[in-house]
C-alpha cells in the first residue's frame, strides 16, 4: 500500500509528465509502440501510405468484373487479406536479415506464422464463398 508521501510525490510528478505538447511531437509519439506492424489496424504502412493497397484492390475488382455488390464486398476482403500477406513475407524477411536471431525475433516469427494461417484461412473461406455466388444464376 503506498502511503500518502508517495501518492503525494507521484501527483507531482505526474504534472511533469504531460506527453508530447506540438504536432511534430505527437506525430512522432504516435507511432512509439509501433515495431513491425503486424497487429496494426490498418493495412498500409506508414512510409508506404494507402495507395499500394488502394491499386490492389482496384487491380483484383477490375479483373474479376464483380457482379453484384456481395461478390465485390468479398473481392475487397480478398484483396486486402491478400495485401496483408505479402506485408508478413516482408516483416518476416526483416527479421530473417537480422545477424543473430533474439528470443524477440523468434517470437515475432511465431506471431507471424499464427497470423499468416489465419489470414490463409480467410482468404481460403473468402474463395469458398466467391464460388458458391459464382455458381448462382444472375439476378
Known amino acids: 500500500m503506498a502511503t500518502e508521501k508517495q501518492i503525494a510525490a507521484n501527483r507531482r510528478n505526474a504534472q511533469k509528465s ?21 497487429y496494426s489496424r490498418t493495412v498500409f504502412s ?22 453484384c455488390q456481395r461478390t465485390r464486398n468479398l473481392l475487397e476482403q480478398f484483396a486486402v487479406a491478400e495485401r496483408q500477406l505479402a506485408r508478413l513475407a516482408q516483416i518476416e524477411m526483416s527479421v530473417l536479415d537480422q545477424p543473430e536471431p533474439q528470443l524477440r525475433q523468434l517470437n515475432l516469427l511465431n ?17 469458398d ?7 448462382k444464376p444472375a439476378d
Not at 129 to 135: D, I, M, N, R
Open 46 to 67: 506508414p512510409e508506404d501510405g494507402r495507395e499500394p493497397v488502394d491499386q490492389f484492390v482496384a487491380a483484383v475488382l477490375q479483373v474479376q468484373r464483380p457482379r
Open 18 to 38: 504531460t506527453g508530447p505538447r506540438t504536432a511534430a511531437g505527437k506525430a512522432v509519439s504516435r507511432r512509439n509502440a509501433l515495431l513491425h506492424g503486424l
Open 111 to 127: 506471431r507471424i506464422a499464427r497470423r499468416r494461417a489465419s489470414l490463409d484461412r480467410l482468404s481460403a473461406k473468402l474463395i
Open 129 to 135: 464463398e466467391l464460388e458458391q455466388l459464382q455458381q
